[in-house]
Each structure stands twice: as structure tokens, then as C-alpha cells.
């Protein structure tokens, strides 16, 4: 699921690693939103009033939504950076870095939220922001460009396409491959609505409010760490296989 790149990624992985991100994606989303009124997972909405105010010369009430736009940025540029830095290390997974950054971000604002009153929203804001521009980095690197999880905007666009795609058999010829993007693109919305949706109950109705973050960095880290394991386990058989054949 994580470690699978380039030709050795079937859409089983990319499956496998759009559900447990969207998921995660639309508990963070939901969190954010119901903790500080502020989108946190895209920054289409934030660019969109930060030239509102740009336009009306508001250029001090613009710098909130231009620093939630360079977190965003800062979280992708931090992940790839990462990424390309340890990409040589052939013993180690370089999604690692990013993905446990990512949760320490989430159980980091959920300790602080348990400890203190949050006096500065604007900053976890930015610090979620940050933790979803991780997230959409790596995932697309780990894809190729394939899985994307913070924001659905795109995805709606290509779903769109691709249905009416189904229509023109012989202009498409490749309807496998076609059937098997839209199936990828309804499995991120869905489990994108159906994270929104548990985040939701767990931060309302359970109160757990910015704990609800744990559940989502615990996903995470159980997530990379299972696939870690499962890979290990593998690996080892097929040297064990190898060993006793010869």
C-alpha cells in the first residue's frame, strides 16, 4: 500500500491506500471545521477570500488566508523534500517520515486542546493545513499522481469525464482500465463523506472534540505500520522459499 511504486502498484494498492487516507482526510476536515469554522483540509476557499481582500485593500486581514495557502504548501513541500532526501536509502521507507509527521501534527493539536484553551485557532488552522499538504504530497508521489485525498473538487471534474467517457466505447477502447479509475474515484469520495461523517459523531455526539484527531493520526500510524509489517513478513518468506528451493 505504501511502499509499491511504478509498475509494482496495481490498483488494489491505490485502493487500499485512497480508502484509509480520504477517511482520514474527512475526519480532519470535519474536526477543523467544527473547531475553528475554517476548511482545512483544501485551500480553494481560503485563495478565493484572500483575493477578496486583497481587492479591497484589506491587505492585513488577507495575511491569515495567504498564511493558510503557504501552509498548505509548506506541508507538500516539507513531505517531498523528505521523500527525495532518504529516497536513496533502500532500507528505509521514505513515506514513513512524512506519514508519522503527519500524525505527530494531529495528536500534537489534540494534547494541546486537552491541556489549554486554544488562544490561537488561526495557528492550528495553519497546522492542520500543514498536516493535509503532507498528506496530499506523499500520497500523490506514492500514486504517481494517480490518488489525491484532501479535496474532492478535482475528483468530481475526472469522475464527471470519465463517466461520460463509458458512453463512447470506440473512441475508448480501454474499458477496464476506465471502469477501474471511476471505481478509484467513488471509493476516495466515499470514504472522504464516511470519515466527515464518524468525525463527525465522534467530535458531536461522543464529545470527544479535538481528540478526534487521535483516532485519525492512530489510523494512520496502524495503517503504515501494518503494511510495514505485512511487507517484512513477505519478504521473508520469499528468501526462505528462495533458500529452500535451492
Same mark, same amino acid.
Given at each position: 500500500?505504501?511502499?509499491?511504486?511504478?509498475?509494482?502498484?496495481?490498483?488494489?494498492? &491505490?485502493?487500499?491506500?485512497?480508502?484509509?487516507?480520504?477517511?482520514?482526510? +474527512?475526519?480532519?476536515?470535519?474536526?477543523?471545521?467544527?473547531?475553528?469554522?475554517?476548511?482545512?483540509?483544501?485551500?480553494? +476557499?481560503?485563495?478565493?477570500?484572500?483575493?477578496?481582500?486583497?481587492? &479591497?485593500?484589506?491587505?492585513?486581514?488577507?495575511?491569515?488566508?495567504?498564511?493558510?495557502?503557504?501552509?498548505? /504548501?509548506?506541508?507538500?513541500?516539507?513531505?517531498?523534500?523528505?521523500?527525495?532526501? *532518504?529516497?536513496? &536509502?533502500?532500507? @528505509?521507507?521514505?513515506?514513513?517520515?512524512?506519514?508519522?509527521?503527519?500524525?505527530?501534527? /494531529?495528536?500534537?493539536?489534540?494534547? @494541546? +486542546?486537552?491541556?489549554?484553551?486554544?488562544?490561537?485557532?488561526?495557528?492550528?488552522?495553519? @497546522?492542520?493545513?500543514?498536516?493535509?499538504?503532507?498528506?496530499?504530497?506523499?500520497?500523490?508521489?506514492?500514486?504517481?499522481?494517480?490518488? =489525491?485525498?484532501?479535496? /474532492?473538487?478535482?475528483?468530481?471534474?475526472?469522475?464527471?469525464?470519465?463517466?461520460?467517457?463509458?458512453?463512447?466505447?470506440?473512441?475508448?477502447?480501454? =474499458?477496464?482500465?476506465?471502469?477501474?479509475?471511476?471505481?478509484? =474515484?467513488?471509493?476516495?469520495?466515499?470514504?472522504?463523506?464516511?470519515?466527515?461523517?464518524?468525525?463527525?459523531?465522534?467530535?458531536?455526539?461522543?464529545? @470527544?472534540?479535538?481528540?478526534?484527531?487521535?483516532?485519525?493520526?492512530?489510523?494512520?500510524?496502524?495503517? /503504515?505500520? *501494518?503494511?510495514?509489517? =505485512?511487507?517484512?513478513?513477505?519478504?521473508?518468506?520469499?528468501?526462505?522459499?528462495?533458500?529452500?528451493?535451492?
Amino acid at each position: 500500500m505504501f511502499r509499491h511504486q511504478g509498475k509494482n502498484r496495481t490498483l488494489k494498492h &491505490n485502493l487500499q491506500i485512497a480508502t484509509v487516507l480520504s477517511f482520514v482526510a +474527512g475526519i480532519v476536515n470535519v474536526t477543523g471545521f467544527l473547531s475553528f469554522k475554517q476548511l482545512t483540509t483544501n485551500v480553494t +476557499g481560503h485563495f478565493a477570500l484572500f483575493m477578496y481582500d486583497v481587492t &479591497n485593500f484589506k491587505f492585513w486581514k488577507g495575511t491569515i488566508y495567504f498564511l493558510y495557502i503557504f501552509s498548505f /504548501l509548506l506541508g507538500s513541500f516539507l513531505s517531498s523534500f523528505l521523500i527525495e532526501k *532518504y529516497r536513496e &536509502n533502500k532500507k @528505509l521507507n521514505v513515506f514513513v517520515l512524512p506519514t508519522v509527521l503527519e500524525s505527530v501534527i /494531529l495528536i500534537a493539536i489534540a494534547m @494541546l +486542546g486537552n491541556f489549554t484553551s486554544i488562544k490561537y485557532p488561526d495557528l492550528i488552522a495553519c @497546522l492542520l493545513l500543514l498536516s493535509m499538504g503532507l498528506q496530499n504530497s506523499y500520497v500523490t508521489k506514492i500514486s504517481n499522481a494517480v490518488v =489525491r485525498t484532501t479535496h /474532492l473538487t478535482g475528483l468530481f471534474t475526472d469522475l464527471g469525464i470519465e463517466i461520460s467517457q463509458l458512453f463512447f466505447p470506440k473512441v475508448h477502447t480501454q =474499458r477496464d482500465k476506465l471502469k477501474s479509475t471511476i471505481k478509484l =474515484r467513488i471509493y476516495i469520495i466515499l470514504f472522504f463523506f464516511t470519515g466527515g461523517l464518524v468525525g463527525g459523531l465522534l467530535y458531536s455526539k461522543i464529545d @470527544l472534540k479535538l481528540n478526534t484527531l487521535i483516532v485519525a493520526a492512530v489510523l494512520l500510524l496502524v495503517s /503504515l505500520f *501494518y503494511d510495514d509489517f =505485512r511487507y517484512k513478513v513477505i519478504k521473508t518468506k520469499r528468501k526462505y522459499n528462495q533458500r529452500k528451493n535451492k
